[in-house]
């Protein structure tokens, strides 16, 4: 039987790749497909070549059913959809498997025994079925709380062909998740990137929005209130005294002393210990420790500490020295420990006897579900019914339909939850903005419809269309959450009925939860979604995401809005919650910035935003406005994405470079050369002039010749070689100002980093596969034309080399010149013609991936010396280093910020 569908260009390389493992042997396979990409189809083609048993499990009875529905279209045997595997093709939820008899107790230590007796004998049946093939699909779900039953299931079918679907992209996988699927499956076999699917016109253009907001007020003085306590523990953190062994004495022996005893290096330290080391190095931009030996201040390192950093930190000093004294009888090691119990829950952290637990803090719940975000989404809709009129189809996703007892009891003091947070306050807001009103809001829940009693009529209507019988049982009742339609029907009934409410613009802004919308529902119509939920799994990301990224038949221009507000209060160490939870939910996922290239992660929403801190709240207003104005160009977005151009589907890290506002025009000028292609700048162009240059030893020697032979006085002689002497001087002025007019730009630092790494063994490619851009704002963009793990390792040491200097292991000179002026200019022309063309020298770190060993630095001072110019790399712990360091310890070589992106192309 043939496929019934016509197989696009990913489903066609998928196929082709699982016939490539399967000729290779493999039998566990592991491919990833975002949501509308086709992926089910993949998995029966690969179901109906291999002929054998098949068992389908996935997330909930829709996506199970479409998964049936797709096998039945090839027209032969009907696929089953009960445990007892009658059928040749089954379709089966995760919740068949996976039930278990007692969560807490396990039997010997297996998960397979602890499953309820259905699940058990659907394993026994999967292992009599013969040569079997399990599709996993969006197992996602079974890993991220079943993965060892997981592992066990797959143990005991060794014959069974498995294949694994995901639409979670792997960079936005957990390590857990990471070596848990390598462990499984081994390496991912296929992955169709959704900016690939976009660019074939598969799935729909799209932009990743953002709202900032702050608090209100009332929420805004609850938090000051929690932020004193927080203030007063780190007070006390840093006064002499607090602890036998004060905490920043522990700060200094735990990160600081190791390294300069030589002990330890500081790579070997944060090899050990990454997250403990990210921590210490916030401490240092902090002002709060010294910067140990061989530490680098990268981009994540330049924020406040978060709660999870003094977690770490207080742990560590905690546990090493202060639990240990307290056990011993020492007061004040007690009194500590007590002032650490009673603060930490400000900030959601719980001491227990093991260390310091995290857990969700009240003052996260408040940023979370603040009532300014439903503001937000009112503000968000009105724009979009200004720009769109009746064919906006909004639809705003919520954790959860009603406010539970969080900490909205806590700010006033009342016993009644507040709705902030909720789809009942979302619709609540929407209703008494008469611009959003005029939307027709429809709250659609497990358990709930709700809305104006004029849409729910409608509605009903809109049922009659199709079932009279249910219509007419159908009634609107007044409730004190106010109106809400009842009656004899289930919530897979009246989503299918809503869903279609909203296709026909009965409604044009559907309000709903995560647990119904988020996956398996599908809507094309969708020009709008905005997120308010917290869920920061990758699969509730990808799913979420992916309601709105559908095409649809009826509007085939059509171009999705992803709106995400996010609440910060900087008054607070864990006031910048919702923006780390907003990074983590676009980490490994990519999306068109307002310059046209698709990035990934929080970048490609603003280019002011970067994944460790959120921009200054006084820039809320200018940039959600200019969120706004990207929401009115929708077919700007489109373009952007360049719909069926060509592609390579590869990514690569890329630097940009950015200076302070009034360096920009001589950073454009300087920036040319990269802009236009990056030009050699040899050793040759930089070679010190000869001492007496040859044209002027032989016109010395005309010149005594002629005194001689024509007998003119020896004043004429003194007067030749004044004129000779002068020239000379001024040649040597000339090569002082063409050596001041070249500038060093950070171009060509790339180009030496880039040349180094191939000199070095590092990467196949050199400078002549660096690609550069300028911008007329004055930012630079630097990128290796290499595969993604070495352009990332370039872009790391570009944004080393041209950062402050802090402790490295080799640093390399450049020479610097300055223009000849007056007689002091031809005084420094004549020391030119003894090669003395520099007057000054600015020293550079030696990247420390070419630093490693002495032959690396070699190989990248060679790259130095052709593109820039300079001496030999120098070793830090010689006594020329020792003072390098020491005058040039923390100084910025260019007055630049680098940030490293992720890029597709």
């Avoid at 699909?137 to 079918?157: M, Q």
């Avoid at 803090?361 to 769109?388: E, G, H, M």
């Avoid at 990035?599 to 200018?622: L, S």
């Avoid at 890329?654 to 025009?665: G, K």
Wanted: charged share 25%; net charge negative; glycine share 8%.
């Amino acid at each position: 039987m043939p496929c019934p569908h016509p197989l696009r260009r990913h489903q066609q390389e998928a196929l082709a790749a699982l016939d490539r493992a399967r000729e290779a042997g493999a039998s566990r396979w592991w491919v990833t497909m975002p949501p509308g990409s086709g992926k089910t189809l993949v998995g029966t083609e690969v179901a109906h070549e291999l002929g054998r048993t098949t068992v389908v499990l996935s997330p909930n009875a829709a996506i199970q059913m479409q998964w049936a529905r797709t096998w039945d279209a090839y027209g032969g045997e009907p696929a089953g959809t009960d445990r007892g595997l009658d059928a040749g093709f089954t379709s089966l939820t995760y919740q068949s498997l996976a039930v278990f008899e007692d969560d807490e107790e396990e039997v010997a230590g297996s998960q397979l025994g602890r499953l309820h007796a259905n699940g058990a004998a659907l394993v026994e049946r999967m292992r009599e079925a013969g040569p079997l093939t399990l599709v996993l699909d969006e197992c996602h779900h079974l890993l991220e709380v079943w993965g060892e039953l997981l592992r066990e299931v797959l143990d005991s079918l060794p014959d069974a062909v498995v294949l694994g679907l995901t639409a979670t992209p792997p960079t936005a996988m957990t390590r857990r998740e990471a070596e848990l699927i390598d462990t499984l499956f081994g390496p991912v076999l296929y992955e169709a990137r959704i900016p690939a699917l976009v660019r074939e016109g598969i799935l729909a253009p799209y932009a990743e929005l953002a709202w900032l907001t702050t608090p209100t007020a009332d929420e805004s003085r609850w938090l000051a209130e929690q932020a004193t306590r927080f203030a007063e523990l780190t007070s006390d953190l840093f006064a002499p005294g607090f602890g036998s062994t004060p905490f920043p004495q522990w700060l200094t022996a735990r990160f600081v002393d190791p390294v300069e005893q030589r002990r330890t290096t500081w790579e070997e330290l944060a090899a050990r210990e990454p997250e403990l080391t990210d921590a210490a190095l916030r401490m240092v931009a902090d002002g709060l420790l010294a910067l140990p030996a061989g530490a680098v201040l990268r981009e994540r390192h330049r924020r406040r500490l978060d709660p999870e950093d003094w977690r770490l930190l207080l742990q560590d000093w905690l546990l090493g020295v202060v639990v240990a004294r307290a056990e011993e009888g020492d007061e004040n090691d007690q009194r500590v420990i007590e002032a650490v119990r009673r603060t930490l829950p400000a900030i959601g952290l719980v001491w227990t006897k093991r260390g310091i637990r995290s857990g969700r803090s009240t003052v996260d719940r408040v940023t979370a579900r603040s009532s300014a975000k439903q503001q937000a989404v009112a503000a968000i809709l009105r724009a979009d019914r200004s720009s769109l009129g009746d064919d906006v189809r909004a639809l705003v996703v919520c954790d959860h339909e009603r406010a539970t007892a969080t900490s909205r009891r806590r700010l006033d003091g009342s016993a009644a939850p507040d709705p902030a947070g909720s789809a009942l306050g979302v619709l609540q807001t929407l209703l008494a903005d008469p611009d959003t009103a005029a939307l027709s809001p429809l709250l659609v829940t497990g358990r709930t419809v709700a809305g104006s009693a004029e849409t729910l009529e409608a509605l009903r209507e809109h049922v009659a269309a199709t079932d009279t019988a249910l219509a007419v049982a159908l009634r609107v009742d007044t409730t004190d959450e106010g109106p809400m339609l009842t009656g004899p029907w289930t919530s897979r009934v009246w989503t299918a009925h809503a869903t279609d409410f909203l296709r026909v613009g009965g409604t044009r802004a559907l309000v709903g939860t995560r647990g119904l919308l988020g996956e398996g529902w599908d809507a094309p119509c969708v020009t709008t979604l905005v997120d308010l939920t917290t869920a920061t799994t990758a699969t509730a990301v990808v799913q979420t995401r992916g309601r709105a990224l559908r095409t649809d038949p009826d509007r085939p221009e059509k171009t999705a809005l992803i709106w995400s507000p996010v609440c910060v209060y900087e008054g607070h160490v864990a006031g910048t919650n919702d923006w780390e939870r907003y990074v983590r939910k676009h980490r490994g996922y990519f999306t068109v910035d307002e310059k046209g290239t698709v990035v990934d992660g929080v970048a490609g929403v603003d280019a002011r935003f970067g994944n460790d801190a959120p921009p200054p709240t006084e820039q809320f207003d200018a940039i959600d406005a200019a969120m706004l104005v990207r929401a009115e160009r929708r077919e700007e977005v489109r373009e952007n994405w360049q719909v069926g151009q060509h592609y390579e589907d590869r990514t690569a890290s890329v630097v940009r470079v950015r200076r302070d506002p009034t360096h920009v025009s001589s950073a454009l000028a300087a920036a040319r050369v990269t802009a236009t292609g990056l030009v050699p700048w040899s050793l040759a162009s930089r070679r010190r002039p000869q001492a007496w240059p040859a044209w002027t030893a032989a016109l010395l020697a005309v010149l005594v010749v002629a005194v001689v032979l024509l007998g003119l006085p020896p004043a004429w002689l003194a007067a030749a070689a004044v004129l000779v002497v002068l020239g000379a001087a001024c040649w040597g002025r000339s090569r002082l100002l063409a050596a001041s007019r070249h500038p060093v730009t950070v171009g060509l630092v790339a180009a030496s980093i880039a040349d180094g790494l191939q000199r070095a063994g590092l990467s196949a490619a050199g400078a002549d596969d660096l690609h550069g851009e300028v911008t007329t704002d004055g930012e630079e963009t630097f990128r290796l034309d290499t595969d993604d793990e070495t352009s990332a390792v370039f872009a790391a040491a570009l944004e080393e080399a041209v950062s402050p200097m802090s402790g490295p292991r080799y640093v390399v000179r450049r020479d610097v010149t300055s223009p000849p002026r007056g007689v002091g200019g031809l005084l420094r022309g004549l020391g030119a013609l003894t090669g003395r063309v520099a007057d000054g020298e600015v020293w550079h770190t030696v990247p420390a991936v070419l630093a490693t060993t002495r032959d690396r630095a070699d190989a990248y001072a060679a790259a130095w010396d052709h593109w820039v110019g300079g001496g030999p790399a120098v070793y830090a712990g010689s006594p020329e280093g020792a003072g390098v360091l020491a005058t040039h310890r923390g100084l910025d070589p260019f007055d630049v910020t680098c940030v490293v992106r992720r890029v597709w192309r």
